[in-house]
């Protein structure tokens, strides 16, 4: 009789060879696998750098807005107006709240040691040194080693002037509310034309929301209702903070006076954040020229005719470090060496 079937010699060397072919097909789903997860948090970490870098672009880029021209042209011609809390010189933001400090539509604020070139240990956690002294509003927010990026303006969107009556306790302001929206009573706004800017409270809301009290407005200024228009001012700061779950993220921080104000996180993942400042040094006057790079603590150092070199910032140089998955606020980083600015 002859044998039919496989000895078990050839048995062995089937399901050997037939492993090896698993084996083969396994390690290949796994390499498909692990590099679509890294092409996936590539472009994860790409798209929020994008969002990101558009963020701080669109409201660097507003920064010193103050209506028909800007910071600089209304400083030069002396055309402030503050009638804000604090304040005791129209001509001066000197006491106001730090939301409020409109005369530095760019201010940055330096974390101690992460100066270009030095070396800097990111570990997560919140707090550290920065020069200046960071406002009262943001301490205890913002993670140690990393900048912080404040800048103000008049909002985009803004309300016609329709009726303009100064008197002794503060013009009454009639406005058409159609594009932004009801007036609040206790929020900071600004009338502008091309002439002056006026600062202001405020004090009451009538008529809807179309009607307002400028608190002391209308002593020394008066505004046209056919050039006139309100604007809602715009304080933001951006910092690297820590989120409920302890990531580390990049914060939006929009501050109103007293500091209570929504923030919200613009990317998570950021571990740091830092930035140079551009301004022109030519004296007496400004011509034009960017000649002058430093970090926030040489930009609060400097000084211009007329004052500090907040008024002469013409560049923004930011750069964020930016992590598939930030590490959690008191924890640490991996030991790595990432250049930035």
Same mark, same amino acid.
């Given at each position: 009789k002859h044998r039919r079937g496989f000895s078990l010699i050839e048995f062995?060397?089937?399901?050997?060879?037939?492993?090896?072919?698993?084996?083969?097909?396994?390690?290949?789903?796994?390499?498909?696998?692990?590099?679509?997860?890294? #092409?996936?948090? @590539?472009?994860?970490?790409?798209?929020?750098?994008?969002?990101?870098?558009?963020s701080i672009q669109r409201d660097v880029r507003m920064a010193g807005h103050m209506g028909c021209v800007n910071d600089g042209a209304r400083m030069r011609?002396?055309?402030?107006?503050?009638?804000?809390?604090?304040?005791?010189?129209? *001509?001066?933001?000197? %006491?106001?709240?730090?939301?409020?400090?409109?005369?530095?539509?760019?201010?940055?604020f330096e974390a101690n040691g992460s100066a270009p070139g030095a070396s800097l240990s990111l570990t997560g956690a919140l707090g550290g040194g920065w020069t200046p002294a960071l406002p009262t509003a943001l301490q205890g927010r913002v993670a140690q080693g990393s900048d912080v990026l404040v800048v103000r303006y008049l909002g985009p969107t803004r309300a016609r002037v329709t009726a303009f009556t100064p008197n002794a306790s503060g013009a009454r302001v009639t406005v058409d509310t159609t594009v932004t929206?009801?007036?609040?009573?206790? @929020?900071?706004?600004?009338?502008?034309?091309?002439?002056?800017? #006026?600062?202001?409270?405020?004090?009451?809301?009538?008529?809807?929301?179309?009607?307002?009290?400028?608190?002391?407005?209308?002593?020394?200024?008066?505004y046209s209702p056919s050039t006139a228009y309100l604007y809602e001012t715009t304080t933001v700061a951006y910092?690297?903070?820590?989120?409920?779950?302890? *990531?580390?993220?990049?914060?939006?921080?929009?501050?109103?006076? %007293?500091?209570?104000?929504p923030t919200e996180v613009l990317v998570? %993942?950021?571990?740091?954040?830092?930035?140079?400042y551009g301004w022109d040094s030519n004296e007496p006057m400004p011509d034009g020229a960017?000649?002058?790079?430093?970090? %926030?603590?040489?930009?609060?150092?400097?000084?211009?005719?007329?004052?500090?070199?907040?008024?002469?910032?013409?560049?923004?140089?930011?750069?964020?470090?930016?992590?598939?998955?930030?590490?959690?606020?008191?924890?640490s980083d991996p030991n790595r060496s990432r250049p930035m600015l």
């Open positions: 062995m060397v089937a399901a050997a060879l037939g492993l090896l072919v698993l084996l083969g097909i396994s390690r290949v789903f796994v390499a498909a696998r692990v590099g679509y997860g890294l #092409s996936e948090a @590539k472009s994860r970490m790409q798209e929020n750098a994008r969002l990101a870098v558009e011609n002396n055309e402030w107006f503050v009638h804000l809390p604090g304040t005791s010189n129209v *001509r001066s933001f000197a %006491g106001a709240d730090f939301s409020d400090q409109f005369a530095r539509a760019v201010e940055g929206g009801p007036i609040q009573a206790g @929020k900071t706004y600004a009338l502008a034309d091309c002439n002056q800017v #006026s600062f202001f409270t405020a004090a009451s809301v009538g008529g809807g929301g179309t009607t307002l009290v400028a608190t002391d407005v209308g002593g020394a200024e008066y910092y690297v903070g820590a989120e409920t779950n302890g *990531r580390l993220g990049l914060f939006r921080h929009v501050m109103t006076r %007293g500091g209570a104000a998570p %993942g950021v571990l740091s954040f830092q930035v140079l960017i000649d002058r790079e430093g970090t %926030g603590a040489a930009l609060a150092s400097a000084t211009v005719a007329g004052g500090t070199a907040h008024s002469r910032i013409g560049q923004v140089r930011a750069a964020l470090l930016l992590s598939e998955e930030g590490p959690r606020a008191g924890g």
